[in-house]
């Protein structure tokens, strides 16, 4: 990277994408007033208007941008914060001298205030107070904190968070939503400094409060770049800080604890109940457990309430807890068996986790089929333990209920493995061939033809598809692993596969045509007859000619 900066081309490419950081290399001669900080640059690049841009190099999430245009204002790095990165990188060795300016302007500019009277001081932000409605929030705040009046610090809090100064129609728009997610972020920070000026408890409650505003309006708020996320962590951090600090009633907090993770708010704030430990003591923590086991017998299916009992009963290594959670509430294809049998496993008991597994196939609903992971894990098992047979008999199952080219595959393994596929293979054609006219594969055609495809087995593949309706991707398959035997039958699946291309555009077209000549020309040469090729592509070629695209791929390929 340039000398004295922590980014380069390749991360401005990365946050702009390919089209935006073309278009900035164009501006380049747009950038003016460049100017560099501790951590920050700023200039003017000028395009529609004058635009306002700034990067910052040292943020919790490495480079980042800002700009005032109006695609920069939706949250996107625009192609004039790409202009004003490359000019930087373009001239690296004025970066220090530039930070060097900076700091000197700095420097000057705090001697020159701290030789202000009290009253040009006041002058002065009382100007800036008049001018900037956010830092007259943030001192309004601030001032109500140091008077200790707790209703005013709610009230501005409550403001802070109010999403209505920013919703458009009922709504805060992408647009919007990162002016709101800095307007909240200043409600933690007031909230925070409560707990640096010895006021804990109150600042406990308010935490409490603005996570509960915070999580009625998240719905109102369009938060693809997860704002509310990150004020909720900060919330998080903030009442967990003011708890230590102020150690309140343990039962109270258990109680709260309980109920917070136990509602929608949680979301937001994603609270560890071990990290309060420290806060609640021996006796909060066993409070936390009985309340917590209580909400979970009273809803044994509630997700909240199987994530509390789980996290508590990993803490404190009760395997046989974890499972008591889960087997309350078992899937109906087994999948909560297998990770209950995954948990045995770690804890070293294989034999009970052996039996969960096997427990998860016998009691899968008679209409679903048993998870595909539960099977993998069981015949891992059973070739493991030379119960090869068992394996089989799973797998058949398993191909029974969902006839796809995996699950044959899969028999296809464990049977070879076993010595029985001749038998299990006759067994599982039967049930393909009987499907062949209704059940399709995933991406088209009978799963019968695919099956003997990957078997090796061309003829019998070519017969199937001869008599069922095979889709265009198989009749490609079959041409190209027969080509060599059949070539005649090879070339008229080429010659028919290659005519709707005629009349289609596009470099994929171009591609899958300039293919299946090459595949043609190899069946000419196989049967001898090169000069009907030549013909054919001559014509395509008269007939083609305004396609450049193609014509210069079949000059590549020597067509």
């Not at 929030?137 to 709610?154: I, P, T, W």
């Not at 509602?263 to 066993?286: E, H, K, N, W």
């Not at 017969?463 to 060599?484: F, G, I, K, P, V």
């Not at 005519?499 to 994929?508: F, H, K, S």
Request: hydrophobic letters at 40%; proline letters at 3%.
């Amino acid at each position: 990277m340039a000398q004295d900066l922590d980014f380069d081309e390749d991360d401005l490419r990365a946050l702009a994408g390919p089209r935006s950081f073309e278009r900035g290399r164009g501006y380049l001669a747009e950038v003016t007033a460049v100017e560099v900080g501790d951590g920050w640059i700023t200039a003017t690049v000028h395009g529609t208007e004058a635009y306002q841009a700034e990067l910052t190099l040292d943020g919790p999430d490495g480079l980042a941008g800002e700009c005032d245009c109006p695609y920069g204002v939706e949250g996107n790095f625009c192609k004039h914060l790409v202009a004003l990165g490359l000019t930087v990188l373009a001239e690296p060795e004025a970066v220090p001298r530039q930070r060097g300016r900076a700091r000197t302007r700095a420097q000057e500019l705090d001697a020159w205030l701290a030789a202000r009277s009290k009253d040009e001081l006041l002058a002065l932000v009382r100007e800036q107070i008049a001018d900037d409605r956010q830092l007259a929030r943030r001192l309004e705040l601030r001032a109500a904190s140091a008077h200790g009046d707790l209703a005013e610090v709610r009230a501005r809090i409550r403001e802070l968070l109010d999403t209505a100064p920013f919703a458009r129609y009922g709504y805060v728009e992408y647009a919007d939503a990162h002016a709101y997610g800095e307007q909240a972020s200043q409600a933690v920070s007031a909230i925070a400094a409560l707990t640096a000026a010895g006021r804990p408890a109150d600042a406990t409650s308010l935490c409490r409060e603005a996570m509960r505003l915070l999580s009625e309006g998240q719905d109102a708020i369009d938060d693809s770049d997860g704002h509310l996320g990150r004020i909720g962590a900060a919330l998080a951090e903030a009442h967990l800080n003011a708890c230590r600090a102020a150690r309140p009633d343990p039962d109270e907090t258990a109680r709260w604890l309980v109920g917070h993770l136990l509602s929608d708010v949680d979301d937001l704030t994603g609270i560890d109940p071990l990290d309060y430990a420290d806060v609640l003591g021996a006796q909060g923590m066993c409070r936390v457990r009985e309340l917590a086991v209580t909400a979970w017998r009273g809803n044994r299916t509630g997700w909240a309430e199987k994530y509390l009992m789980e996290r508590l009963a990993r803490a404190e290594g009760d395997v046989d807890g974890w499972v008591a959670v889960h087997a309350a509430d078992l899937a109906p294809d087994g999948s909560t068996h297998l990770s209950v049998a995954r948990e045995l496993d770690a804890a070293g008991r294989p034999d009970e986790a052996l039996r969960w597994a096997e427990r998860g196939v016998e009691e899968a609903h008679d209409d679903v089929t048993p998870d595909h992971a539960l099977i993998d894990y069981l015949c891992d098992r059973y070739t493991r333990a030379n119960r090869l047979h068992d394996g089989v008999a799973l797998r058949r199952v398993q191909f029974t209920a969902r006839r796809s080219l995996v699950a044959y595959q899969q028999l296809r393994t464990t049977a070879q493995a076993a010595g029985c596929w001749q038998a299990e293979r006759e067994q599982a054609l039967v049930l393909l061939r009987a499907d062949a006219g209704q059940q399709q594969s995933w991406y088209g055609g009978p799963v019968l033809v695919d099956a003997l495809l990957d078997d090796g087995d061309v003829e019998a593949a070519w017969r199937a598809a001869a008599a069922t309706h095979a889709h265009d991707r198989q009749w490609l398959a079959l041409a190209d692993q027969a080509r060599a035997d059949r070539p005649a039958d090879a070339l008229g699946v080429y010659l028919r596969l290659a005519e709707p291309l005629m009349t289609q555009t596009g470099n994929a077209i171009y591609a899958r045509l300039t293919g299946l000549l090459l595949s043609m020309r190899d069946c000419h040469r196989r049967l001898g007859t090169e000069d009907e090729f030549t013909v054919y592509l001559a014509a395509l070629r008269a007939s083609q000619k305004r396609k450049r695209n193609l014509m210069r791929l079949l000059v590549q390929h020597d067509l």
